[in-house]
Every structure is written in C-alpha cells, then in structure tokens.
C-alpha cells in the first residue's frame, strides 16, 4: 500500500462512501446510513474553504480561525468561511477566547472552567484548549 492509499481520503471515506452506496453501513436503530458532502463553491460563487483537521491541534486552529473570521467580517462574504450556515459561524465566535485559546463546547462549559478557576485560585488559563460539558 501507498501512502496515497492509507488514511482518511485514501482509504477510510471511499470505503464508508461505498458501504453507503451499498446500503450496507447502519446506523444503532439499523436504518441505512448517509453520506453528506462539501460544496466545492460556496454561496455566490465564492470558492469553498477546505481544512483538513486529522489532529486535534488542526481542529482548534480553525475553530479560532472560524471565530476570527466572524470577528472581523462577521457573517458577510468578505469571512472567507462564508456560505457555512450563519448559526455556527455565530456559535464558533460565541464559544472561542481568542485571547486565551480556549475553545469551549458551550456558554455552560465556559462558566464551569471559570468557576473552577475562581474557586481554586487559579488566574490564568491559556493554550490549545477544548472545555466541554457534560
């Protein structure tokens, strides 16, 4: 095998696309499965944003370029993440500390880890950081 042949793109997704196409992948509940894709242009023509986020540094490197990007240009076609349903633009720049590097789950998650800090003293939280809920 090459590497071209190993990995998500190489040999992970073709074969979940073909189980799929098969009606052959099943969800817990046994009904079949969909696979739902990426428009290679996005809203008025503007060409789609592709990251490839297979490490969990990847993942919050753009979830903070997703919030920035909202910050800066808001929901309008100059965010270069334009055409992503304004909801979750909104929900990544809601839930992103761009000063910290925080990323957190929800407006609940954030209240528990400062809550947590205040409570045993602690003054600052930085870095490459998901706080998730329960």
Same mark, same amino acid.
């Given at each position: 095998?090459?590497? %071209? /042949?190993?990995? #998500?793109? !190489? ?8 189980? *799929?196409? $098969?009606?052959? @992948?099943? =969800? ?39 919030? %920035? /990007?909202?910050? #800066?240009? !808001? ?8 055409? *992503?349903? $304004?909801?979750? @633009?909104? =929900? ?43």
């Amino acid at each position: 095998m090459t590497p %071209n /042949e190993t990995g #998500l793109g !190489g040999n992970v997704m073709p074969k979940i696309v073909q189980l *799929v196409n $098969e009606g052959k @992948l099943l =969800d817990e509940k046994g009904n079949k499965m969909k696979v739902y894709t990426v428009p290679l242009e996005a809203k008025g023509g503007k060409p789609a944003v592709w990251d490839d986020i297979g490490t969990a540094e990847a993942y919050l490197k753009l979830i903070k370029d997703v919030a %920035n /990007e909202v910050r #800066l240009h !808001g929901t309008t076609p100059d965010n270069k993440y334009y055409g *992503v349903p $304004e909801f979750v @633009l909104k =929900d990544f720049a809601n839930n992103t500390d761009l000063d910290s590097g925080i990323v957190y789950d929800s407006k609940e998650a954030k209240e528990a880890l400062w809550a947590f800090a205040d409570k045993y003293g602690v003054h600052s939280v930085r870095g490459n950081i998901f706080v998730a809920g329960n």
